[in-house]
């Protein structure tokens, strides 16, 4: 079977051009002494701009390509900063690199991610990957589909991101490359333990063998990648009465510095056979070993929520903003941290599939796959101050001074803490308010009560299972305007399990402070960025696997970790039915392809329901089922107004599943003596099992004009009706027989009132996109080499919760740009890359690693490369030798969130400097 698959056709006065040539060569050919004509290959960047517009044109659906020329060639140093380049994409960056991706304003959670056309799992709480956990060096290149097809194994209302390894036997030649890269940070390490350089290093392999019916692609990949930060955190701000006025003034900080290693160690395999022209089957393998250390030191001070007190004759106001922008506080104790968090993560994705050709028209397939994914988080928190407890110890004078914008402040203290005399380990302020902690050490009812926590340990984990079957078939047809169907069903069986616990940690020589021994003593960390000078850092880790700790679980008397402890199970069973037509309409060629797609769903949720008796956690396990169905119907339309121009149509119905923690049955249970609202005694809050995917049908409108084999422009307009969308709400909950925990008697009504997330409410989005890659040779043939692409993308949306409040979509920027100015001839290459968005919702980590929203503020990165590909340079030994250096955030763009609607209401601002690399890659 052959797939009719377009080329570059030339337009008409490139036509002509190579009319006129061809006549021309056939007179000189019939000359003695012709010259004949030398062919120009164009590769690097530039081929893979040529292979991702190729993709774009021959797509059956609206798409994005990313096409790298071989293995580790990839425009990018990380796919994610790869894929955000892409009209309409952006990403959201995760201390300092870009990890999760939203697609036409909607978050990760509202797209899928497939790999080699299979759903995957991931490594945080919910479905949104973070792709900082694949290395886009073993990569051979990404589609986005913007508008679904019924054949595609994956569902999201955004849409679907395909990474694809290299098939061996299409390359069809031996290759053996060495990619290595020294990689540096523009701060030095801000931790005397931290470091500032790294490496990357990539080796693949691909060859033929059998008479070029066996293939095989090797690759493996290393890279140990520094990190640094200076961040300003705030508390939050209070009001503060300041001459009969209120302003807004600093209720506290924690600012830090972080130093961090990325190590991931990756391995790919594929193995390809093809032992007649009938039959096809590929084997894919993919490992990855995934370490993210994370070295945080600094001061958390406490000031118009301290201890301290603030005169407001010290306070500088300025009414413009409504901001105390300056203040004292005296008699402030503070909290010196000494932190450590380990994110480590092992992935394993295996596949393999099958074709083969029954008939000359006829095709089966058959496709089997299994992923997981076991996460690991081991993050603690070490306290150092003057004295044990609120109110002992030596206490400070503290003023701050807010930087421009409120993005951070300068303070003014008068105590030395970097003096190891003064400042030494143990709680000094009374934070451990836990009854099983005061019990464990007996001081209930003492001055020592709630002093026991002098740190605190999180451990959540999280395991990721998912298993794929497919089996499908394509037959050629003629049948009125159909010249080819697709059908088939399909099996998912995904579990993902997550486990909360926290510990308090308390010193072994309670309730005495203890002074840093001279082991653990790694000198000093500079707070000069915030003015407080230097602190003490120390080896924390090695004191808590040395004894220095004892640990008590926080789960026996908060509730959290119980409600963050479930288990979701999903049973997905799919049949597609597909036609793909080719017809004229007003004699244009019309082609594309109309769909259904059947989605049952059966789903199930594990957990806890929990309450407290006496201060103490009781729970009883949970298991609840639930299961629902969906009709998706999907149409592309392609006409081909002529050889170069091209209108795309696309209608689809689109479902993204809910969101993991909000669909889990862990819930805390509490009854009340008297009836609520709904005249109900319990009442629930917590994961919601019965929550369904939201919805929408969309539409996508198109233009497209590839007017060379570098270049084309688009305009785009999609339009999205969101239905079933989730919000908080509350619902009923059976709980026929259940007794009241004080009394043993089964109330008069067993109904419950539960509280979460609830379907319900929704509205519409709609934007445009302008895309261009435009090579400048068509200009003048003295400016080969030089090009641009750019997009702009315009989004708005009208969403609403059941109780008509207006809602903003998280992941969505107004306003999305790109911008790439290239120059590659002769072996020399340049690119110069910028991407922008606007401001957005997105998701961080909380407290207890929880996922928080949080409004960030638009950011605008800018990165370079230069580089030399000696394959021109006529060298002997040198022909597959090329150089090149990296700039990554040039600029120093912040990160920065905010705690309220107010842009001085700085949550967090933080800056990581620029990441410059050196490498060169050597193909044999």
Known sequence: MSSNNKRFRPALLSAAIAATATASFGALAQEEGAKSLEEVTVTGFRKSVMDSIDT???????????????????????????????????????????????????????????????EQVSIGDNRGVEFDLYPSEIMSGVTVYKTPKASIEAEGIAGVIDMQTVKPLERGERVIKVNTQYEMTSFDKLNPDGEDDGHRATFSYIDQFADDTIGVAFAYNTMSSPNQEERWNSWGYPEFTYEGENYSILGGAKPFVRSSVLDRDSTMLVVEAQPNDKLNMTFDALYV???????????????????????????????????????????????????????????????????????????????????????????????????????????????????????????????????????????????????????????????????????????????????????AASQMVEVGIVNEVSYGISYRDREKTKKSEGYFMTLANFPEMLEVPEQYRLGTASLDFIGMGDMIAYDA??????????????????????????????????????????????GLPLS???????????????????????????????????????????????????????????????????????????????YSQQPDSNGNYWSISGGNPELEPKEAVGVDLSYENYFSEEGYFSVALFWKDLDQWTFDGNYEVDLTGVADPATGEVPPNSTATGYGKVNGGGGTLHGYELSVALPFNMFSESLDGFGVLASHTGLESDIQDPNGNDYELPGLSESIQSLTAYYENYGFSARASMRKRDDFKGEVYGVGFATEQVDVVGETIVDIQLGYDFA?????????????????????????????????????????????????????
Request: hydrophobic share 35%; charged share 20%.
């Open 56 to 118: 774009k044109r021959d797509a059956k659906a609206v798409v994005e390509a990313i096409s790298a020329e071989d293995i580790g060639k990839l425009p990018d140093s990380s796919i994610a900063e790869s894929i955000a380049r892409l009209p309409g994409l952006a990403a959201q960056r995760l201390d300092g690199r870009a990890s999760r991706v939203s697609i036409r304003g909607f978050g990760e959670n509202e797209s899928a991610t497939t790999f080699n056309g299979r």
């Open 289 to 471: 070993d995934f370490s993210d250390e994370k070295i945080l030191r600094g001061i958390e001070i406490p000031f118009a929520w301290g201890q301290g007190s603030i005169d407001p004759a010290t306070a500088t106001v300025d009414p413009a903003t409504g901001f105390v922008t300056g203040a004292t506080t005296q008699g402030q104790r503070v909290v010196v941290r000494n932190d450590l968090e380990t994110r480590a993560a092992k992935l394993k994705s295996f596949g393999f599939n099958t074709k083969y050709d029954l008939t000359d028209s006829l095709q089966i397939e058959f496709d089997a796959s299994h992923s997981e994914v076991e996460r690991d988080i081991w993050s603690f928190e070490s306290y150092a101050g003057t004295g044990r407890g609120d109110g002992q110890g030596a206490a400070d004078d503290l003023s701050y001074t807010f930087d421009g914008g409120n993005t951070g402040a300068k303070f003014e203290h008068g105590l030395d803490y970097s003096d190891w005399n003064l400042i030494q380990m143990g709680g000094p302020l009374t934070w451990g308010w836990s009854s099983a902690l005061n019990e464990q050490y007996g001081i209930t009812g003492t001055p020592l009560e709630n002093t026991a926590q002098d740190g605190f340990l999180n451990t959540p984990e999280i395991d990721d299972e998912l298993t794929s079957l497919k089996l």
């Open 541 to 586: 880790a090695a004191m808590l696997n040395d004894g220095y700790y004892n640990l008590l679980a926080e789960s026996l008397t908060n509730l959290s970790h119980l409600t963050k402890s479930w288990s979701v199970g999903e049973e997905v069973t799919s049949a597609f039915a597909q036609a793909n037509f080719e017809t004229q309409v007003a």
């Open 592 to 670: 594309g392809n109309a769909g259904m797609r059947y989605v049952y769903t059966e789903q199930n949720s594990q957990g806890f329901a929990g309450n407290t008796v006496d201060g103490l956690v009781v729970a009883d396990p949970t298991d609840i089922s639930h299961d629902y169905s969906h009709f998706l119907p999907s149409l592309n339309l392609a006409l081909e107004l002529d050889d170069q121009q091209t209108l795309r149509f696309g209608a689809a119905k689109t479902i993204s599943r809910a969101r993991l923690d909000e669909m889990n049955a862990s819930v805390e249970v509490s």
């Open 872 to 924: 021109d340079a006529g060298i002997s030994g040198l022909e597959g030798l090329s150089v090149y250096l990296q700039g990554q955030n040039l600029t120093d763009e912040p990160f920065t969130t905010l705690s309220g609607d107010n842009a001085l209401q700085v949550r967090d601002y933080q800056s990581y400097g620029s990441i410059y690399l050196l490498g060169f890659s050597y193909e044999l």
